[in-house]
């Protein structure tokens, strides 16, 4: 049972440099999420997707894209990436009802120099 | 927005100890829940509590609803190695809406 795929596992970036997070689930489910995750931080929501086709935005969604093109897939764009972008990333999913109970990736962990 | 306090940020203790972790809320929520995070992974669910007064046990954790809706806590029992990790609490204000996390807790068990 795979659940959340992400990738890749970790990378390093040039400022400036696009990048695609990848995100994948095998579940099912209607809901995905970013979140990032940084020391004393917590995790905090970058974008959102209710279902495929729609998207949203999080708490922190400034310097970051998603697409919903489907079900299964929900990558994560950082169209010029800066250094205050370093941290790690995870992408989570939930069913339709949402009680609350979110399935997380590894997780992507991105240092920008 | 909604902000979760939760503490403490870290706590060191011995095995076989008892731990205590709590998250206070600006707003209330309608759903507290409490995940674990394993060094290296990504958060899974511990306990979710759906009812304001509600106490549920999982194993050596216990966790509580608080009666205003605006807290909850989270004890573990006997802690041992595997126990270590960043306890994070999430609140839901109504069903379906999205989570707030707290800040985590870093906990470390010495054997």
């Known amino acids: 049972i795979a659940g959340i795929t992400q990738a890749p596992t970790s990378q390093i970036l040039a400022a400036g440099r696009r990048m695609t997070l990848r995100c994948t689930q095998d579940m099912r489910h209607n809901a995905m999420y970013w979140y990032r995750q940084d020391l004393g931080l917590g995790l905090r929501l970058i974008h959102y997707s209710n279902t495929a086709g729609t998207t949203g935005k999080g708490e922190v969604p400034d310097g970051y894209s998603v697409s919903r093109a489907n079900t299964d897939d929900f990558p994560l764009t950082l169209a010029s990436a800066v250094p205050s972008q370093t941290s790690v990333y995870f992408c989570?999913?939930?069913?339709?009802?949402?009680?609350?109970?979110?399935?997380f990736g590894e997780g992507s962990r991105l240092t920008v120099l | 927005g909604q902000q979760l306090n939760q503490s403490p940020q870290s706590m060191f203790i011995q095995e076989g100890e008892d731990v205590s972790m709590n998250c206070t809320s600006s707003?209330?929520?309608?759903?507290w829940l409490w995940y674990k995070q394993d060094p290296g992974e990504g958060p899974v669910l511990l306990i979710a509590l759906y009812k304001a007064g509600e106490l549920t046990s999982n194993g050596r954790l216990t966790a509580q609803f608080g009666i205003t809706r605006k807290d909850s806590f989270l004890n573990i029992s006997a802690s041992i190695p595997s126990d270590v990790g960043i306890y994070f609490c999430?609140?839901?204000?109504?069903?379906?809406?999205?989570?707030?996390f707290g800040e985590g807790t870093q906990l470390t068990v010495n054997p």
């Open positions: 989570a999913s939930s069913d339709y009802h949402n009680t609350g109970e979110l399935f």
């Open positions: 999430a609140g839901q204000e109504t069903s379906g809406s999205r989570l707030t």
């Open positions: 707003s209330i929520f309608n759903t």
